[in-house]
């Protein structure tokens, strides 16, 4: 059974900075598509950024030039580093990794706040 761990949610200082990282578990496939997507309070779940195993990413105009999704060595990891933080990030974070075969995989979140 395919599962995503998440680690690197917490607190930090408007400016400050966090890397959040996420692995699957339990695949015998590659993932062609890793991401993240966050849900803030009363909020919908939007799309945060996006990589590609041909190496293509994608981000949320929000998250541009702060934001940065790589993937890891190891199969399906998938990192976001995350600088110049605001409190408009505050959210849930989600890893999202997607097969085209198996479909859609979901972390199960974890929190960033960014508050003084």
């Known amino acids: 059974q395919v599962q995503l761990v998440e680690s690197g949610g917490g607190l930090v200082q408007p400016g400050g900075s966090l890397r959040l990282s996420c692995a699957a578990s339990?695949?015998?496939?590659?993932?062609?598509?890793m991401g993240w997507y966050r849900q803030a309070p009363g909020k919908q779940r939007e799309l945060v950024a996006t990589?590609?195993?041909?190496?293509?990413?994608n981000y949320a105009d929000s998250v541009k030039g702060r934001f940065t999704i790589s993937t890891g060595n190891a199969k399906n990891t998938v990192y976001l580093q995350m600088n110049s933080l605001k409190p408009e990030d505050t959210a849930v974070y989600y890893c999202?990794?997607?097969?085209?075969?198996?479909?859609?995989?979901w972390g199960q979140g974890t929190q960033v706040t960014v508050s003084s």
């Open positions: 999202n990794m997607f097969s085209s075969i198996r479909g859609h995989y």
């Open positions: 339990g695949s015998s496939f590659s993932f062609a598509v």
């Open positions: 990589a590609t195993s041909s190496g293509s990413t």
